[in-house]
């Protein structure tokens, strides 16, 4: 059924007629252009679909945009401000935890949401949040240094 779904998307308010039943994953890429947000699995298993609602890390790809009515959604199109990367997308260019980059926004959404909670986890508790992020390149062990050193950098700075 269509309506109208008004939300907040990388810090602007927006406001879409369209089928309240279509995942969330699909009106970002297709009708919004935001293509940083990627189709893997369709299941929410893989997490290349990873985008955050009000801070929490979802599968865009398992939720309708009807469920995001009038809550914020960060992709990772909107996480670097002012032409400056969030430290934890620096952290990834720095550890070369990117190879081909398919996987690498939602590595970085998710990691975002755990060092929102937990601005200091554990090796296990790193490896615990990510281990449903498939990356088929292997960075695995570059993608936890990354996420290690983020959590360093950004220790006592307020996340956005």
């Given at each position: 059924?269509?309506?109208n ?25 297709s ?13 929410g ?15 865009s ?5 009807r ?11 909107g ?7 969030h430290?934890?997308?620096?952290a ?22 755990l060092?929102?909670?937990n ?42």
């Amino acid at each position: 059924m269509r309506e109208n779904v008004s939300f907040k998307l990388n810090d602007k308010s927006i406001s879409l007629t369209v089928d309240s039943e279509r995942m969330l994953l699909w009106v970002l890429r297709s009708d919004l252009g935001l293509t940083g947000t990627k189709y893997g699995c369709g299941e929410g298993l893989c997490g290349a679909c990873t985008v955050l609602v009000d801070k929490r890390a979802v599968r865009s790809c398992r939720i309708a945009v009807r469920d995001v009515k009038a809550k914020e959604v960060l992709t990772i199109e909107g996480l670097a401000k002012n032409g400056k990367l969030h430290p934890i997308q620096e952290a990834f260019v720095k550890a070369d935890a990117l190879q081909c980059g398919f996987c690498t926004p939602g590595m970085i959404l998710d990691a975002y949401s755990l060092l929102s909670e937990n601005p200091q986890p554990t090796l296990a508790e790193i490896i615990q949040n990510m281990d449903y992020n498939l990356c088929r390149c292997g960075a695995h062990t570059r993608i936890i240094q990354a996420i290690q050193s983020a959590a360093n950098e950004m220790k006592g700075v307020e996340q956005r």
